[in-house]
């Protein structure tokens, strides 16, 4: 392996072209999201859940379509919980041990340097506050106000402006005659009045000066934030230089994209943190929504996708009106569907999303439309300007003013949009856009991912399904742990049950008829055996045979088979008269010990032997058309409880002659 010279402040990590790590620094641990997932061999998506969505970058510098990628700017949080930052850079690494096309990434600590830009930021205003408060002379402030390159605003101690610097007027787009004696609330949103009064903030920093982050607004309405350096000053009047008044000295510098910067990357790292604890499909998007809605600060957010391909009547409508378009029979991919919605708790927008929740969006119509058809993210800065919003539209009275949305894909395969609309009227966002267009592709996997893991979990849960109807859930779960199955029960209650005369009148039928007959006969008698919680083990051509008293072992066994032997007769009755047929149902029950198991390796079943099944078919075959023949010994089981009639004595074919009754019902 090459060896690696590197500063102190950079460490290292080796990649294999799936990603996993096979070489690392020392010093590399402390940097990654989850200390355990640093591992060799580990995927290094599962240390850097940023990197989620890159991977089409990494693939060509691999493949020296690349020079280089690099990540900047990431935060983690350090033992004492202080913000570490974190640049990552990828270059393609050359050959190690014969394996080719390999990756390093560095990892370079730059939190001192992040810190001494913001010390040495902070620093370059304290120091123009603090010539601006040595300054006694009027005309100094003026030549300072017009050459500084931030906005500087000055104000008297009721906040009325009475000075401002040509960099003011360009952040807020007035002129300088529309700011002198107004107050500053014209440019301080409402919710940030805790910016006044400004002499008491001051007291409370301890000095004469401190440091405030507002949200302002410019002539056009636009949201902007602004970090202000403020300053309480003393300067001589015009009538007297040596009376002195107190002035508040604003020094503001427009933050708006470095707020936005931060604001994407935590919604990016809450996405990649959202899909690494991914629970289901469903929930998962719901906080997505919210993640995105939340940490960008925009109101509602809404998942479109496809109409199920089986397509079905609906209400169409437009977002200019609440009242439905026409009813139409949609064909499959027909429209866009909002399948899933998040709205801020605080913003009133009701009729909106009324109208949303029912309309079908063609592919180039709507917001959601437009990019389903183009395939890459929208911004629309005014809706009341859109061609498919407008002032009249459903989204204008609720108050929405800006939107924008991304394709959801995986590849070249288009699974949905998401939309989010805002109050706020808000310029095209490149950066934001060129993030969510990544974000939609990662996305794109998930749901690809989910939708796989959805078909082999329903695929396992239908062959599950196979199994249970052809043995019992303990069985089967003893079988895929290769357990020889082979049980011995002292006490359980047979029954054997065939109908009688069906074999003679089967041969007037089709095959389809004969097996739908017999199929609804049986059917029932499988409902009662699910009733009486019985154990069903097999049919024999039109013979159904069911025991009491196993896998799980039970008292009451020679009860719940009596009991379902009484109601298989009702059930034939009532088959009977439907469809006017004359079935008749012999029944043969005995109760004793019996072996119970699987054996064979192909189209086993659960099966019982011993005298006991032996001498219960005996009891079937031996009986009368109508009639439930027992055995002594479940006849002195059931006696106290249910009406018998004695039969006496017959003669059994390997048995000789038995005592026997004739079950008739309950007492």
């Given at each position: 392996m090459h060896n690696i010279i590197i500063p102190h402040h950079i460490h290292?990590?080796?990649?294999?072209?799936?990603?996993?790590?096979?070489?690392?620094?020392?010093?590399?641990?402390?940097?990654?999201?989850?200390?355990?997932?640093?591992?060799?061999g580990q995927d290094i998506r599962e240390g850097f859940p940023e990197l989620f969505g890159c991977e089409e970058i990494l693939a060509e510098i691999l493949a020296g379509e690349r020079e280089d990628f690099a990540l900047q700017g990431i935060t983690r949080q350090g033992d004492r919980k202080t913000n570490l930052y974190i640049d990552l850079y990828f270059q393609h690494y050359g050959q190690i041990e014969n394996k080719k096309n390999l990756l390093i990434l560095f990892v370079e600590d730059v939190t001192e340097k992040m810190t001494l830009e913001q010390t040495l930021v902070q620093s370059t205003n304290e120091t123009k506050l603090l010539n601006l408060a040595l300054t006694a002379s009027r005309n100094y402030i003026n030549r300072i106000v017009t050459s500084i390159a931030d906005a500087l605003i000055v104000t008297d101690t009721q906040q009325i402006i009475k000075t401002v610097n040509e960099a003011t007027e360009r952040l807020f787009g007035y002129a300088k005659n529309d700011l002198i004696e107004k107050h500053l609330s014209l440019l301080v949103e409402e919710g940030d009045r805790i910016f006044y009064p400004l002499q008491e903030t001051i007291a409370r920093e301890g000095g004469l000066t401190c440091n405030i982050e507002v949200s302002?607004?410019?002539?056009?309405?636009?949201?902007?934030?602004v970090a202000f350096s403020c300053s309480l000053i003393q300067v001589g009047s015009e009538a007297q230089d040596l009376t002195l008044t107190p002035e508040i000295v604003y020094i503001g510098r427009d933050i708006t994209e470095r707020k936005r910067t931060q604001q994407r990357l935590t919604a990016q790292y809450a996405i990649a943190n959202i899909l690494s604890e991914s629970s289901s499909l469903e929930t998962d998007t719901q906080r997505i929504l919210k993640a995105i809605g939340e940490i960008l600060g925009w109101d509602v957010g809404e998942l479109w996708q496809p109409i199920p391909e089986e397509g079905h009547k609906t209400i169409t409508a437009?977002?200019?009106?609440?009242?439905?378009?026409?009813?139409?029979?949609?064909?499959?991919?027909?429209?866009?569907?909002?399948?899933?919605?998040?709205?801020?708790?605080?913003?009133i927008v009701t009729e909106f999303i009324n109208i949303t929740g029912i309309v079908i969006l063609q592919a180039g119509t709507g917001l959601a439309g437009r990019v389903w058809e183009r395939g890459y993210p929208q911004w629309i800065a005014d809706l009341s300007g859109d061609t498919d919003f407008g002032l009249n539209s459903s989204a204008a009275r609720s108050g929405l003013r800006s939107a924008f949305a991304f394709p959801i894909q995986s590849g070249n395969e288009m699974l949905g949009v998401m939309s989010f609309f805002g109050r706020e009227k808000l310029p095209p966002d490149e950066n934001l856009l060129q993030m969510m267009a990544a974000m939609g592709n990662q996305l794109g996997q998930f749901v690809k991912r989910k939708q796989a893991e959805a078909a082999l979990q329903k695929q396992q849960e239908k062959s599950e399904n196979l199994l249970l109807n052809i043995l019992p859930k303990s069985i089967a779960d003893r079988l895929k742990e290769d357990q020889t199955i082979a049980d011995s029960f002292d006490a359980v209650t047979v029954l054997f049950a065939d109908l009688v005369g069906f074999t003679e009148m089967s041969a007037h039928l089709s095959p389809i008829e004969v097996v739908e007959q017999l199929n609804g006969i049986f059917s029932e008698f499988d409902r009662l055996t699910e009733k009486y919680k019985l154990e069903k083990i097999k049919t024999i051509g039109d013979a159904y045979m069911v025991v009491g008293g196993l896998p799980e072992v039970r008292i009451d066994h020679a009860e719940t088979i009596a009991d379902m032997a009484l109601e298989m007769q009702a059930a034939v009755a009532r088959i009977n008269t439907k469809t006017q047929q004359n079935f008749a149902i012999?029944?043969?029950?005995?109760?004793?010990?019996?072996?119970?198991?699987?054996?064979?390796?192909?189209?086993?079943?659960?099966?019982?032997?011993?005298?006991?099944?032996n001498t219960a078919s005996r009891m079937e075959s031996h009986g009368q058309p109508g009639h439930i023949q027992v055995t002594e010994n479940t006849y002195k089981i059931l006696r106290d409880r249910y009406e018998f009639e004695e039969r006496g004595l017959i003669p059994v074919k390997g048995k000789g002659e038995m005592r026997t009754f004739w079950l008739v019902g309950k007492k």
């Open positions: 290292y990590l080796v990649l294999d072209p799936d990603l996993a790590i096979i070489a690392r620094s020392q010093g590399v641990q402390q940097f990654v999201d989850k200390s355990d997932f640093i591992e060799m302002c607004r410019t002539k056009t309405d636009s949201k902007i934030d437009n977002f200019t009106t609440t009242a439905p378009l026409d009813h139409t029979e949609l064909s499959p991919h027909s429209g866009l569907r909002r399948m899933d919605l998040w709205t801020n708790p605080e913003a012999r029944v043969g029950i005995n109760t004793g010990s019996v072996v119970a198991g699987v054996i064979g390796t192909k189209k086993f079943i659960y099966d019982l032997w011993g005298d006991t099944v």
